[in-house]
């Protein structure tokens, strides 16, 4: 707050009368015998002037008023002028009073003096030291106070209404951020703006970079992909608002690749194979859907390495998923895909050695993924084991293909009795329906469809490993041909399912079995199977395209397609339980009411026989 000080100078001609009235005063008392402190004042008739008088701001010129610049004060002589100069001295009050509210600066704050204007050592009441000195009034310090967010020409509130610079500046995402913030702190601190201290970042890293164990995806998510919130949890990321779009991107995106390049070698087949010559299809098909599936691959996978890169943590919370790490080998098998559809046009042949780069990457995930399987722990088969494992299977058989096809044979059958092995423990433990499996829905869903594609490309696999379609190829084509027609008469059941890009893995095995008629239609030529192989490469056709339609229209008139991924924002620790049922109470849903009573039941008990209740309750819904 900026002070004005105002000064009073006495003049010593009215100390000196004060000193010889209180002189007399004294020896009066002394004369009759009398305190002079009991002296009544009345006795003099001249009264006793005041050493400080009220007066009002306006009858003082030049007080609390604004000067021009240039002006001189001028201020009235309270002393008698006649007195002597050279005695003086000169005695000032000093009063600290705020600033004058008319709002001017401190630089227009003057100190009022109020002396003889003989004084020694002033001019007209001005110090002469002042007149006529050219130096600069002494800077005042000012201190600011904070600015409310829009006060200045609208700027606030326009940053505040775009949702961009919103999200960009929400720290609820830093978590899942590769450098949780670091760059962007770093960015804006060389505009010369200090960020918060990182002591509470550092505090909550740790616990962000363990792996979340895959109990907390079963007991958090529900669902035949484990997608679905349960209504008892709680999410680390906001659910008032939409993600960022590589949050909400998810790794089984690259189905739309498997799909589109499927279809790309079933058409280059209808036109090379000699059992379907009679439907004279151009290659020209096959050329256009394989370039749509170079473009589509490469923007995905770009998308998707973007992600990596900005939010790695989303990344390997999708990798521990139980569901989605089977994805991981979705990419490189539309690779191989793309190797095998080739046109003829583009490519008559391929490298060996771009089999070896392909392969590599699956022999890595396999060493991974199928080690758990075999180690006991808590991803072993009997507890993930879902259909959507049948993604981290096929990729040997069409690792085979494609290999048989450039004349290898060592690795090509490598591969495919590894494929083999697992594909047979799988197909077992999915049959059983374990207690464990609690991925597994009880309605038919279209990861069902998965259960096709291992045969089918088994089939086809083999035949190349042994130059022609035996028993061997057509034992496991058999197998695909009643799994597909097992899930075709049950169409009705496929029904009140949310939409998901994941459907689009699901259509591969369909155009697999497809093509595998075809090349057994070669073999065993006749019009069974020539019609067979029409049919099914319909089906396969119209299914992919339902499914495009589909796709475009929750990307472009629902704009649903990329929700909030919901599956990689669980919490690492479960709610309290206090939390949970009021959660259930609220959601009203019905079938957690035999758990409510027995919660209730067990409520005034200790904890064990709370959860005890609980596992009863659990127990009786199975």
């Known amino acids: 707050m900026v002070l004005m000080h105002i000064s009073f100078h006495i003049s010593p001609g009215l100390i000196r009368l004060g000193l010889v009235f209180f002189q007399k005063i004294f020896q009066g008392a002394m004369d009759h015998g009398e305190n002079p402190v009991s002296i009544e004042l009345q006795e003099y008739a001249e009264p006793v002037p005041q050493l400080l008088k009220l007066i009002s701001s306006n009858e003082v010129a030049g007080f609390d008023s604004i000067m021009q610049e240039g002006e001189t004060p001028v201020f009235p002589n309270p002393t008698n002028s006649s007195q002597p100069n050279g005695h003086q001295r000169k005695i000032s009050i000093s009063i600290s009073m705020p600033s004058s509210p008319t709002g001017a600066t401190s630089a227009d704050t003057k100190n009022v003096l109020f002396v003889q204007d003989n004084a020694k050592g002033f001019k007209n009441g001005v110090p002469e030291s002042c007149v006529g000195s050219k130096a600069k009034p002494k800077g005042v310090k000012f201190l600011s106070q904070p600015m409310p967010k829009g006060s200045v020409f609208g700027e606030g509130a326009n940053m505040n209404q775009n949702p961009n610079v919103k999200k960009f500046k929400d720290k609820r995402f830093d978590s899942f951020k590769t450098w949780s913030g670091k760059l962007e702190r770093q960015l804006t601190n060389l505009r010369g703006r200090q960020q918060e201290s ?44 939409t993600w960022p779009f590589l949050l909400r991107y998810p790794i089984s995106s690259f ?23 009679f439907l004279h299809i151009s290659l020209t098909v096959n050329l256009i859907l394989w370039w749509i599936s170079v473009a589509l691959v490469a923007i995905v996978a770009s998308i998707y390495l973007t992600k990596v890169v900005l939010y790695f943590e989303a990344v390997r919370r999708e990798y521990y998923h139980p569901i989605r790490v089977n994805f991981f080998f979705a990419p490189w098998i539309s690779l191989l895909f793309l190797a095998i559809g080739v046109p003829p046009s583009v490519a008559s042949s391929l490298p060996v050695a771009l089999w070896y780069v392909l392969m590599t990457p699956f022999l890595c995930l396999e060493l991974k993924i199928y080690g758990q399987w075999m180690s006991g722990g808590q991803r072993r088969l009997s507890k993930v084991a879902n259909p959507s494992n049948h993604l981290s299977v096929v990729g040997n058989f069409v690792g085979a293909l494609l290999g048989a096809s450039m004349g290898l044979k060592e690795g090509p059958i490598f591969f495919f009795a590894v494929g083999l092995a697992h594909y047979t423990v799988l197909f077992v433990t999915l049959y059983q329906r374990l207690p464990t499996n609690e991925t597994l829905p009880k309605e038919l869903h279209p990861v069902f469809f998965l259960f096709v594609a291992a045969p089918s490309v088994a ?15 057509r034992i496991a084509y058999f197998i695909a041909l009643f799994l597909y027609f097992s899930l075709a008469v049950r169409i009705n059941f496929f029904r009140g399912f949310k939409f998901s890009l994941a459907w689009w893995a699901y259509t591969f095995p369909m155009t697999g079995a497809a093509i595998a008629t075809m090349r057994y239609s070669s073999a065993v030529t ?5 019609t067979l192989s029409v049919i099914l490469s319909v089906v396969a056709t119209l299914t992919v395209t339902a499914l495009l339609v589909t796709t ?47 919660f209730l039941k067990f409520a005034n008990g200790d904890t064990k026989d709370i959860e005890a209740g609980l596992k009863i309750s659990s127990a009786e819904a199975k």
Request: charged fraction near 25%; proline fraction near 4%.
């Open 526 to 530: 006749n019009v069974v199977t020539q």
């Open 459 to 473: 089939s086809m696999a083999w035949a190349n490993i042994q130059g022609s379609f035996d028993y061997g190829s």
């Open 552 to 598: 475009i229209l929750h990307a472009f008139v629902q704009r649903d397609l990329f929700p909030n991924d919901i599956a990689i924002a669980i919490s690492d620790r479960k709610p309290k339980s206090h939390r949970r049922w009021f959660n259930l109470i609220r959601h009203g849903s019905s079938e957690h009411n035999a758990d409510i009573d027995t």
């Open 255 to 277: 189905g739309i690749c498997l799909g589109v390049s499927s279809q790309a070698i079933m058409w280059k087949t209808l036109a090379t194979a000699t059992s379907t010559n």
């Open 198 to 241: 990182e002591s509470e970042d550092d505090s909550v890293r740790p616990s962000e970079k363990e792996a979340l164990p895959v109990d907390r995806y079963f007991d958090a998510l529900e669902g035949p992909e484990l997608e679905t919130l349960r209504a008892s949890e709680e999410i680390v990321l906001p659910d008032d608002k």
